[in-house]
Nanobody, 112 residues
Framework: QVQLVESGGGLVQPGGSLRLTCAASGRLVKDNAMSWYRQVPGKQRELVAT???????SYADSVKGRFTISRDNAKNTVYLQMNSLKPEDTAVYYCYSFFDSWGQGTQVTVSS
């Protein structure tokens, strides 16, 4: 089993940037794919980005070109760099391991 702890959320103005961190323990992040999801109240959880075991990445169309998922094997951590943030990016962001584990979520609010 892998334990995941997200951090880095907060309030940011439109056009700003945030970097989310997902710290893992129990399993190595390099040993399986990892994803970031997001959810707003009343809506289904939405897949934002994935990094595969080989290091390949994929993104939702809504964030392509603005968000970057990356991995630091030495720190056993996955990141989501979010640039050019928009109000519609406001959500709780969750880290997910393909070992079938979720983090507790971190709130991102984009507002002026």
């Amino acid at each position: 089993q892998v334990q995941l702890v997200e951090s880095g959320g907060g309030l940011v103005q439109p056009g700003g940037s945030l970097r989310l961190t997902c710290a893992a323990s129990g399993r190595l992040v390099k040993d399986n794919a990892m994803s970031w999801y997001r959810q707003v109240p009343g809506k289904q959880r939405e897949l934002v980005a994935t990094i595969t075991r080989a290091g390949g990445t994929s993104y939702a169309d809504s964030v392509k070109g603005r968000f970057t998922i990356s991995r630091d094997n030495a720190k056993n951590t996955v990141y989501l760099q979010m640039n050019s943030l928009k109000p519609e990016d406001t959500a709780v962001y969750y880290c997910y391991s393909f070992f079938d584990s979720w983090g507790q979520g971190t709130q991102v609010t984009v507002s002026s």
